[in-house]
């Protein structure tokens, strides 16, 4: 490419004199929205659009993923990042999976004997999303964590409409998710994905985001949320415990840093996160 090559985008442009908001759904944009008109800034916004997203697009979004954070002051320019990527339970090792002998066509180059390592209680390791939420809102935000959950609340109780992308999303997925009745139950009803514009309601998920509200990421980490995580996991042969969500730690990390066109400089997650190293 030759510097200053144009690339025409087929967006609208938008211009705010107050904040901007994005995500992957209307409703979760439309949460952060609601965070920008009750005072609060940015960070309020992100945070209620994530658990919104958790509502609306589960398969891309979970109090119980992972992910980083790059976050830059506005008024200072410090640029500060925060890994709260997942990571192996303690008793992980390296014989846990077994790698198929023979790969056929489509196979993943990761694929193990029953995919365990994609789907299952073997599949799930320590999460940090829910905990990094909760220290970005107390350390930037404005508002209360009770106040950024509440449109994913209302959203889990009084429902959403279903997506054609969740529809697609759903199609790739169907023998995996039948493994989970109640799953399935919501999501393959008939035993198909559900049809686009489906009212879908999820109150026990309501209840727990309430739990979260009302008690913090404590209620994840050493509460009821986690005792039923670990429950299930014991029950059903997965090796996460209470020790490794009692003991998982958010790491500040040293942002990765260089220059664009020698007229901007970048700042973008170190290692574990390859997208700043890409770059």
């Known amino acids: 490419m030759g510097k200053g090559r144009l ?26 929205v609601e965070m920008y008109a009750k ?29 980083f954070f790059v976050v830059r002051d506005g008024e200072t ?15 992980a090792h390296d014989r846990i999976y077994e790698m198929v002998k023979e790969r056929l066509p489509g ?5 193990t004997v029953g995919r365990k390592n994609i789907t299952g209680p073997l599949a799930v390791a320590t999460p940090g999303t829910l905990k990094a939420w909760e220290h970005v809102n107390r ?56 049809k686009p514009g489906t009212l879908i309601t999820l109150p026990e998920y309501a209840e727990s985001l309430e739990l979260i509200a009302k008690k913090g990421s404590d209620a994840m980490y050493n509460g009821e949320l986690g005792k039923a995580v670990v429950d299930y996991m014991e029950d059903n ?4 415990t ?4 009692r003991e998982y730690q958010l790491i500040e990390r040293k942002p990765v840093t260089g220059t664009y066109r020698d007229d901007y400089e970048l700042y973008a997650m170190a290692p574990g996160s390859s997208g700043g190293t890409h770059i």
């Open 7 to 32: 690339f025409k985008l087929h967006k609208q442009e938008i211009i705010a004199g107050k904040g901007v908001i994005t995500s992957n759904h209307p409703e979760a944009s439309s949460a952060g």
């Open 39 to 67: 005072g609060g800034n940015a960070f309020d916004a992100a945070i209620a659009s994530l658990f919104a997203l958790t509502v609306v697009e589960p398969m891309m979004v979970s109090v119980f993923g992972a992910g």
């Open 77 to 91: 320019g410090k640029v500060e990042t925060l890994d709260n990527y997942a990571v192996a339970p303690f008793a």
């Open 107 to 111: 196979m993943d180059i990761f694929e």
């Open 139 to 194: 350390k930037y935000g404005a508002l209360s964590f009770k106040t950024v959950i509440q449109p994913a609340i209302r959203l889990a109780r009084e429902g959403y409409r279903s997506s054609h992308y969740m529809e697609f999303i759903l199609s790739l997925g169907i023998d995996d998710m039948k493994k989970f009745p109640e799953t399935a139950k919501t999501y393959l009803p008939e035993g198909k994905p559900v």
């Open 237 to 240: 042969g997965g090796i996460l």
């Open 242 to 245: 209470a020790r490794d969500l």
